[in-house]
């Protein structure tokens, strides 16, 4: 079965330039979350959909990010502007619902560097 | 508010043998779900095993065992048979109603298995 699909693997980019993280979900599930992962803050959640629609964005930092998951298999995590301080590793995950006993699946997580 | 503890940053386990990673968790909520995810070197977060607050028998995965203790609020991962791809980081990590059932997680450790 395949997981959950990110791309890209690596991302290098110059401050200011608009970067785009895609993720497709397993097939099936419901709920999708965005994470950041750094050595300084740890895994922060950013942003959960359920039912492709949006029920928590309390994470993302900033207006410069934005989510959208515009149909059940497919989203997108949006930097605009990217600024150095957004180097990070950005997970997206699914999982079956809301359920407690749900675990989350990790895609394998996007590299980005902000020069 | 949910709070996860992993207190050992760092261990060492020698080939074949047995290794115990700590977690304790502290919430109000009566069910919750525990998890725990391994993150290798190369930086993806695998999904491990995962216990519910009402499960009454210990989950296990192969090698992998949860052992629940709820009156200590413990969750402690037990990997058998050591192997040297076991070596990466640990998380524990919780769901629960009170944090809308978003992942928290634990800081991390990191197991070293030698040969």
């Known amino acids: 079965d395949a997981g959950v699909i990110q791309s890209p693997r690596h991302e290098v980019t110059e401050m200011g330039q608009e970067v785009t993280l895609r993720c497709k979900p397993i097939s099936g599930h419901n709920s999708l979350f965005w994470y950041r992962q750094t050595m300084m803050r740890g895994l922060e959640l950013l942003i959960y959909f359920n039912n492709n629609v949006p029920i928590d964005d309390s994470g993302m930092p900033e207006d410069r990010f934005s989510a959208k998951m515009p149909n059940a298999s497919f989203s997108t995590l949006k930097i605009q502007p990217s600024e150095p301080r957004d180097s990070a590793v950005y997970f997206c995950?699914?999982?079956?619902?809301?359920?407690?006993?749900?675990?989350?699946?990790f895609g394998d997580g996007t590299r980005l560097s902000i020069l | 508010a949910q709070k996860i503890t992993q207190t050992q940053p760092g261990m060492f386990v020698q080939e074949k043998e047995a290794v115990t990673l700590d977690c304790t968790y502290d919430t109000s909520d009566q069910s919750y779900g525990l998890f725990w995810y391994k993150q290798p070197s190369s930086g993806e977060m695998i999904f491990l095993i995962y216990q519910g607050s009402y499960d009454e028998q210990n989950a296990t995965e192969g090698r992998y065992s949860l052992n629940f203790q709820k009156a200590r609020k413990s969750a402690n991962l037990v990997i058998s048979a050591s192997q040297l791809g076991d070596s990466a980081m640990y998380f524990c990590?919780?769901?629960?109603?009170?944090?809308?059932?978003?992942?928290?997680f634990g800081a991390g450790t990191t197991v070293t298995v030698r040969a």
């Open positions: 990590a919780m769901r629960a109603p009170s944090n809308d059932y978003k992942l928290s």
């Open positions: 995950a699914s999982s079956l619902g809301q359920g407690f006993l749900q675990p989350q699946h």
